[in-house]
């Protein structure tokens, strides 16, 4: 019922930029939070990022803040987030999830995910 489908990962340098997307339903978008998680290589998956279905506010984990930055478009159905300034340890498989009511505010009990995108950062 709940599906997503993520992509626009690659490989970048140190200090490049990507934007992932993922592109789902409208009805979706209007009852679900869409985040972004990863997967690093040895490590459980971490919450990157998240956006409310309510009122559109925004979530991010300490360690992008102020370098990612999570965006919906309704016209295209899809969220994307733009990553920039990316480092090595950005590396990981990178999922886009959604959250239904009740919502937890921050998209950290998401249920349904993507397929996932790699991102590697490396020189």
């Known amino acids: 019922q709940v599906q997503l489908v993520d992509s626009g990962g690659g490989s970048v340098q140190p200090g490049g930029s990507l934007r992932l997307s993922c592109e789902t339903s409208r009805l979706t978008l209007d009852y679900y939070d869409i985040g972004w998680f990863r997967q690093i290589a040895g490590k459980e998956r971490e919450r990157v990022s998240c956006i409310s279905s309510t009122d559109g506010t925004t979530y991010y984990e300490d360690s992008v803040k102020g370098r990612f930055t999570i965006s919906r478009d309704n016209a295209k159905n899809t969220v994307y987030m733009e990553m920039n300034s990316l480092k090595p340890e950005d590396t990981a498989v990178y999922y886009c999830?959604?959250?239904?009511?009740?919502?937890?505010?921050?998209?950290?009990?998401?249920?349904?995910w993507g397929q996932g995108t790699q991102v590697t950062v490396s020189s």
């Open positions: 999830a959604a959250e239904g009511p009740p919502y937890s505010g921050n998209c950290s009990i998401a249920e349904y």
